[in-house]
DNA sequence: TTTTAAGTATGCTATAAATCATCTATTTTT
DNA sequence: AAAAATAGATGATTTATAGCATACTTAAAA
């Protein structure tokens, strides 16, 4: 980890309307003043599950993942997040540390705010807060829905899921590089990593996707979308 | 459903402290002012998916289930709550409408609280907004762990889950009446109807509960805490 | 009260998925 | 550049779970 001096401003910052739109020129400086910025190799662990929550950290550039281990020493991803997604914004008010790990996939830069800086806002500028609170119920929204696609489904709907929600939701193409292994897919949709690859040999030789490496291509979107629905 | 005119007030609510503990006598007055009481009897649906949200939702007795249908036409339950769980807190600021339906499984007494009157109190009382934050934020720490536990369990570990859950969460004692079918119980934890009524009668053969219809009591509760945690 | 429907219970069978084993290819580390 | 570790690939086997069938019981509806 390597902590930015040459920080660019809230100001420039294109996530800044997500967020901090309401602010006046005054909140704007203490949010700016109070923040610091940190660039993250892949691999690199941003946030070890129980360590102290005491800022509110965002994504500039880069993709991340939220896991936890279980008592087997196996890792279970909660979610994959990029830039404008607010990774753990739901948990921070919770008074306690952190449940779960985040680490770097590829380089991030990581925006970090203060969390005190953060609640006197709340307090203070209400339309802030309503603006939160709409950020933290749509992602709500997307666990509850995630957690019901994924009941219904079983290993080769998952995987279809995975697929639609990268090319749909992550990089809005048809063709990406997806910096994940077959085993943390695995660990993100609750399958082994055999049948994850197992099933990427089979959707490769029905001609549903190409690949080459960690470059997924999506060729029968269709198809894909069939096997989403179907389970 | 009965709407209740003998509706009680706010200020004699076991579970005004949850929530509105930080507001004057004039804000307070709005909040009781717009308020209506319902009472629903088992079965009965509060909310259905696609509901528009137009209020805060929350009990004051019973217990309900939050639920969404399948493609299929089977169900899914999300989760059960009890009073003072805030059902419905997460989703309300999304500005969509309802992604779940609510019905209740036992009599239940539902407080409804028009959304806008607690949008305006949010807006002007910082107080009361750091307090629903923290509170979603708790509910959000639940849901994330609840995926967590359900991802690395199968069949055996998810019942045991369950019914410490319902002795642990809901009942506080190891001996209870718990509503729910074994088809619903099977909704909860993605698993079949027929192979959670089997799991039960493997634990009543092997001395770890007891059961008499609906009514439910572990007598090893160690042993169920090592299924839980073995998977 | 009778009829119907829904829930509980269990055995059997089919199927999906995990596990185990082995091999090759690709990264990482030294 | 060589060695070691990790990732990807695939077949064979075992295990877990779903699905189907059927009987009995309890609750709801006519």
Redesign the interface.
Known sequence: MKIKNDILSCRTCVYRQLLFKDLNDFEYKLVNDSRTEMLYKRGEVIKNEGDQVNSFIYLRKGLVKLY?T???G?D?I?SINRPGDFISL???????PY??SIAALEETLVCDVKLDVL?HL???N??L??H???K??????E???N??EQ??KQVKGRVAHLLLYFANHVYHKNEFYLPLTRREMGELI?ITTENTIRTFSEYRKDGIIDQQGKTIKILDYDRLVAIN?GG
């Open positions: 936890k279980d008592s087997n196996k279970h909660l739901l948990s921070i008010f919770a008074d306690e449940r779960f609640q709340i307090e203070t209400g339309k807060a309503m939160l609170f709409k933290m119920s749509q992602i709500s929204d666990i509850i829905e957690q019901f009941a219904q609750s629905k």
